[in-house]
C-alpha cells in the first residue's frame, strides 16, 4: 500500500472504505531490528521462478523485480528504513510511509512487532517486497495496475519461501497469512483464466482507484477489476 501525508503525529494512506489510513511510525528496538534483518536476509535469497514471471506477464502483471536481491538492492540504494507502525485500520499490514524524520519508510503493522518465528520472518519479507515495488516508482501515484504488479511480488517471494521451507507455513491462521502472503498465491494461481477470486478481492481492496497510471498501463484484467468497484 502506498502511504500519502506521515509523520511522527499525524499520518495518512488512501483506503478503499474510508479514504485515509493513519501510520504512526514507531523506533525499532533490538527485537524489531533482528526480525527485520532476518527479513531482509531471507528476501536477499528469494530467487522467483521465470515461468512464475512468465505467468504474471501473461495476465498483463508485470513485477517491479526480478528477484528478491533486486528488492533489497533498491532498499539499500536509497537509503529506505524498515521499521514498524500503529495503523487506525489494523487490517493493513504494511504501507510506504515516513518515518520520525520525515523520510521515506516502509512501515510494517506494529501487531507484528514482536513475532520472531520464522513465518511470520517470511511473511514480513514479503510485505516488505511489495512496499519496495511501490517505491521504486518514486511518485505519489497509485493504481489497481500498481498494487497487482505489487501483489505479484508477494506471491513471488511467497512461491520461493515455500520451496524453501515446504511446511513453513502449515497451520498459520492469524490475519497476517489468511488475509495476506497465504491468500494471494491462491488468488493468483486460481483455475481457469477468469480469475474471479483475484478481482473481486483486488476490487473490494482497490477499485476505489483509477485502473492505471503513467508508469502502470492498465491490462485488461486491471480494466475488469475497475469495473466491479462497488464504491463507484
Known amino acids: 500500500?502506498?502511504?500519502?501525508?506521515?509523520?511522527?503525529?499525524?499520518?495518512?494512506?488512501?483506503?478503499a472504505l474510508k479514504g485515509v489510513i493513519y501510520a504512526k511510525p514507531i523506533k525499532n528496538g533490538k527485537t524489531q531490528e533482528g526480525i527485520i534483518n532476518a527479513a531482509l536476509k531471507e528476501l536477499n535469497e528469494a530467487e522467483f521462478e521465470?515461468?512464475?514471471?512468465?505467468?504474471?506477464?501473461?495476465?498483463?502483471?508485470?513485477?517491479?523485480?526480478?528477484s528478491g536481491s533486486e528488492a533489497v538492492e533498491y532498499l539499500k540504494k536509497q537509503n529506505i528504513?524498515?521499521?514498524y507502525g500503529k495503523f487506525s485500520d489494523k487490517k493493513v499490514h504494511a504501507c510506504l510511509g515516513r518515518n520520525e524524520e520525515g523520510k521515506p519508510a516502509v512501515l510494517i503493522n506494529a501487531r507484528y512487532r514482536n513475532e520472531d518465528d520464522k513465518a511470520t520472518i517470511l511473511a514480513t519479507a514479503e510485505a516488505i517486497a511489495h512496499e519496495a515495488g511501490h517505491g521504486k516508482d518514486n511518485d505519489t501515484m497509485?493504481?489497481?495496475?500498481?498494487?497487482?504488479?505489487?501483489?505479484?511480488?508477494?506471491?513471488?517471494?511467497?512461491?520461493?519461501?515455500?520451496?524453501k521451507y515446504p511446511d513453513v507455513f502449515d497451520g498459520k491462521d492469524?490475519?497476517?497469512f489468511t488475509e495476506g502472503v497465504s491468500l494471494y498465491p491462491k488468488l493468483f494461481f486460481e483455475y481457469g483464466a477468469d480469475k474471479t477470486g483475484l478481482k473481486a478481492r483486488v476490487a473490494d481492496k482497490y477499485g476505489h482507484?483509477?485502473?492505471?497510471?503513467?508508469?502502470?498501463?492498465?491490462?485488461?484484467?486491471?480494466?475488469?477489476?475497475?469495473?466491479?468497484?462497488?464504491?463507484?
Not at 500500500?1 to 499525524?10: A, D, L
Not at 495496475?145 to 508477494?154: G, I, K, V
Open 1 to 15: 500500500m502506498r502511504v500519502g501525508q506521515v509523520s511522527s503525529n499525524s499520518f495518512g494512506a488512501r483506503d
Open 50 to 66: 521465470k515461468t512464475d514471471i512468465l505467468y504474471m506477464q501473461s495476465m498483463g502483471i508485470n513485477p517491479p523485480f526480478e
Open 81 to 83: 528504513p524498515i521499521q
Open 142 to 163: 497509485n493504481s489497481i495496475q500498481e498494487e497487482l504488479d505489487n501483489l505479484s511480488l508477494n506471491v513471488l517471494v511467497h512461491r520461493s519461501f515455500e520451496k
Open 174 to 176: 492469524s490475519f497476517f
Open 209 to 232: 482507484m483509477q485502473a492505471g497510471d503513467k508508469k502502470h498501463p492498465p491490462s485488461k484484467l486491471a480494466e475488469q477489476i475497475k469495473e466491479l468497484d462497488v464504491s463507484a
